[in-house]
T-cell receptor, first 115, second 114 residues
Framework: AQSVTQLDSHVSVSEGTPVLLRCNYS??????LFWYVQHPNKGLQLLLK??????LVKGINGFEAEFKKSETSFHLTKPSAHMSDAAEYFC?????????????FGSGTRLSIRP | GAVVSQHPSRVICKSGTSVKIECRSL??????MFWYRQFPKQSLMLMAT?????????EQGVEKDKFLINHASLTLSTLTVTSAHPEDSSFYIC??????????FGPGTRLTVT
């Protein structure tokens, strides 16, 4: 069965410094992996996705993630944090191989940005 | 493209009443929609998978008689919380698939049961 672990429940960085949100997964298949962002009382917005193409995936708002099969990781990074990046971030793994497969959410990482 | 809407965005109802939440795919047809529940400061929990024209598939522990899901068309799925109680208060989010692996999420519905 698939699972996903977000290693940090809360990350706090200063504005302008790099962001690293960690995610590890387990999967019986070649997984599809996603990062979503959720601002307070809002729905989820897709940041980026990996579906067996390039291992370094670039997303919106300057975020990117690298799929490392040997480490079963899919960490999310951004070179320079902005105040508007403060939100909850979810790492997600697709459970199966079809487009109608269920997805499994990580527990979430709350990103805070210090002025 | 690939916009999903939910209505209402917020609803307050009295204990014992029922409330219906709509999820619509505005610019695409969705054969499959998903319903999630999110408690404060927690992750999303999948409640059920909704397939157009057939019965929903519920996750273990989710009461199908309490959370009625109907997917009557390719653009609309509804979640009805029957005989609501305060513990049903939560943030309910739906998503829909266009055909790829990505799920497009609605903005969520905040349900408060008094």
């Amino acid at each position: 069965a698939q699972s996903v672990t977000q290693l940090d429940s809360h990350v706090s960085v200063s504005e302008g410094t790099p962001v690293l949100l960690r995610c590890n997964y387990s999967s019986s298949y070649s997984p599809s992996l996603f990062w979503y962002v959720q601002h307070p009382n809002k729905g989820l917005q897709l940041l980026l996705k990996y579906t067996s193409a390039a291992t370094l995936v670039k997303g919106i708002n300057g975020f990117e993630a690298e799929f490392k099969k040997s480490e079963t990781s899919f960490h999310l990074t951004k070179p320079s944090a902005h105040m508007s990046d403060a939100a909850e971030y979810f790492c997600v793994v697709s459970e199966g191989t079809s487009s109608a497969s269920k997805i499994i959410f990580g527990s979430g990482t709350r990103l805070s940005i210090r002025p | 493209g690939a916009v999903v809407s939910q209505h209402p965005s917020r609803v307050i109802c009295k204990s014992g009443t029922s409330v219906k939440i709509e999820c619509r795919s505005l610019d695409f047809q969705a054969t499959t929609m998903f319903w999630y529940r999110q408690f404060p400061k927690q992750s999303l929990m999948l409640m059920a998978t909704s397939n157009e024209g057939s019965k929903a598939t519920y996750e273990q522990g989710v009461e199908k008689d309490k959370f009625l899901i109907n997917h009557a068309s390719l653009t609309l799925s509804t979640l009805t919380v029957t005989s609501a109680h305060p513990e049903d208060s939560s943030f309910y989010i739906c998503s829909a698939i266009t055909g790829g692996y990505e799920q497009y999420f609605g903005p969520g519905t905040r349900l408060t049961v008094t």
